[in-house]
């Protein structure tokens, strides 16, 4: 499970072009300049391709914090083992 904070973490440095520093786990929406709204849709869009899911409307609206993003993923991965 630690693989996906790793790859969120990740992932979120490169949509926001920040520093990976900056994503830290306790790390919520609008904390940063690039962590606004279009900026969430960008995010929840390479969501979507980097893990090859479907995140739904009502969840993109609660995904507001790393670690909400990261639990949302392991569930995800829990229910396809």
């Not at 926001?16 to 790390?27: E, K, M, T």
């Not at 893990?51 to 909400?68: H, N, R, W």
Request: glycine share 8%; proline share 4%.
């Amino acid at each position: 499970m630690n693989d996906i904070r790793s790859r969120v973490s990740t992932m979120m440095a490169e949509v926001f072009a920040v520093d990976g520093s900056v994503i830290r786990p306790d790390l919520q929406f609008g904390e940063i300049a690039q962590w606004d709204s279009i900026g969430h849709i960008n995010l929840m869009l390479e969501t979507e391709i980097r893990f090859g899911v479907d995140v739904p409307p009502d969840a993109i609206a609660e995904l507001l914090s790393v670690g909400k993003i990261c639990t949302f993923l392991e569930r995800l991965e829990g229910r396809a083992q």
